[in-house]
């Protein structure tokens, strides 16, 4: 414990010598959080500029239009022609635009079929999703108004014209997030996402400076020549900060901000504590293979990045290949998503999560495979510092 504790005080020495270990992590965390939290703030995004060219002005292409443009997701920008809507599509200022042809309620009467055409810029992802999803919900309305008011000229009773129009009726359940927030889906785990990220370059960061300054020596003499010692007396100072920010994380998502949770938050916060130490072990674990600074926060943070498409949160793991389907194992984030969905999503508590703990904590054990290799490389320095 006296080696320990002289370890700590030499680490509290050198977080105040460089301020980069409470900005790299308190202040960038904060930053992200605030960023996600407010960007987002609103849940849904709403107003998506949609253009539209209205070459019939007749009575059903300006309904339509009213139709559109009171949706929460939709906001028209009415143009002249065309050509100027498509050089504002291609500038960026719409996602879309609606062609309604010349002629088009005169063929709505005349059972003629007029071509309805539209074009969303797919290059701005969500913004392009979303108008794609307003104005086909626009068209299959307007298309079943006309059919009803045919079907009321002709004398079909309100009961019989539902039924024609809609014959199966639809019962959506959304589960984890029934007000289709994307606050909620996205910083559930994009921020502990960027919290892992932050960890594993921390981690290799605080190691490998014993190397890069030549101060590896000294870090050994005062654990008793020690490996495992040096590296927990180090670790515990950044396991205390990194849990806490984990745990404030979890109560901003799920007590300030009312994120759906139908378990309880012991359960997340146990599940955030052990993202914690799952990524400080891959920090170490990747130090100590490459035991060179550059090289390591180069591959930690390569590592830290592909977490976030191997999560599964945005493409489900099963539609990816079978051999990257393996692949995501090896990354906490993805037991943690996983242990989020059992315990926050379905709320089956332990039951549902004991297998993703196990999987936590096997993280824990891989450093032990490199510390020989790493107390030679903290004993001789025998690796390039540049």
């Known amino acids: 414990m006296k080696k320990i504790l002289r370890i700590i005080r030499r680490e509290l020495a050198i977080w ?53 443009d009171a949706t ?41 079929k007029p071509c309805f055409t539209f074009y ?57 997030n029934p007000t289709m927030n994307y606050g909620a889906y996205l910083s559930n785990m994009m921020l502990p996402g960027v919290l892992e990220m932050i960890i594993v370059i921390l981690i290799i960061y605080s190691l490998g400076t014993e190397l890069k300054y030549g101060t590896s020596v000294n870090l050994l003499d005062k654990a008793g020549n020690s490996i495992v010692t040096a590296v927990y007396g180090k670790l515990i100072l950044y396991t205390i900060l990194f849990t806490c920010l984990a745990f404030s994380l979890e109560f901003i998502l799920y007590g300030w901000m009312k994120f759906p949770l139908s378990g309880n938050i012991g359960w997340m916060l146990l599940n955030s504590f052990l993202l914690v130490v799952a990524s400080e ?33 945005t493409l489900p793991v099963e539609a990816m290949p079978a051999g990257i389907q393996g692949l995501t194992e090896i990354f906490p984030l993805r037991h943690y998503y996983q242990m989020y969905v059992q315990c926050g999503m379905f709320g089956t508590g332990f039951e549902g999560c004991w297998k ?21 490389a903290y004993l001789y320095q025998n690796y390039p510092k540049k």
Do not use: W
């Not at 709403?46 to 339509?64: A, E, H, K, Q, Y």
């Not at 079943?144 to 014209?161: F, T, Y």
């Not at 293979?289 to 180069?298: D, I």
């Not at 993703?356 to 030679?376: D, G, N, S, T």
């Open 16 to 68: 105040r010598k460089r301020p980069v270990y409470i900005a790299g992590s308190v202040v960038v965390m904060v930053f992200c959080t605030v960023f996600y939290l407010t960007f987002l703030g609103e849940g849904v995004p709403d107003d998506v500029p949609i253009g539209v060219v209205d070459l019939d002005n007749s009575t059903l292409t300006r309904n339509f239009i009213r139709q559109l």
């Open 281 to 313: 072990s891959v920090g170490v674990f990747l130090i100590g293979c490459v035991p060179v600074l550059r090289f390591a926060l180069s591959i930690g943070a390569l590592y830290s990045v592909m977490a976030f498409s191997m999560t599964g949160f």
């Open 120 to 176: 969303v810029n797919n290059l701005y992802f969500l913004g392009g999703s979303l108008a794609y999803k307003d104005i086909l919900t626009m068209i299959n309305l307007t298309s079943g108004a006309v059919q009803r008011e045919e079907l009321r000229m002709k004398g079909v009773d309100e009961e019989s014209i539902a039924g024609q129009l809609r014959p199966i009726d639809i019962d959506i359940h959304m589960i984890g």
């Open 356 to 376: 993703e703990i196990i999987h936590m904590l096997v993280f824990c054990f891989i450093p032990l495979a490199i510390y020989p290799r790493l107390h030679k």
């Open 72 to 112: 929460q997701l939709g906001k028209v920008i009415r143009y002249p022609d065309f050509a100027s809507a498509r050089e504002d599509m291609q500038s960026g200022v719409i996602t879309s635009v609606c062609l309604l042809p010349e002629g088009m309620y005169a063929d709505v009467l005349a059972h003629r």
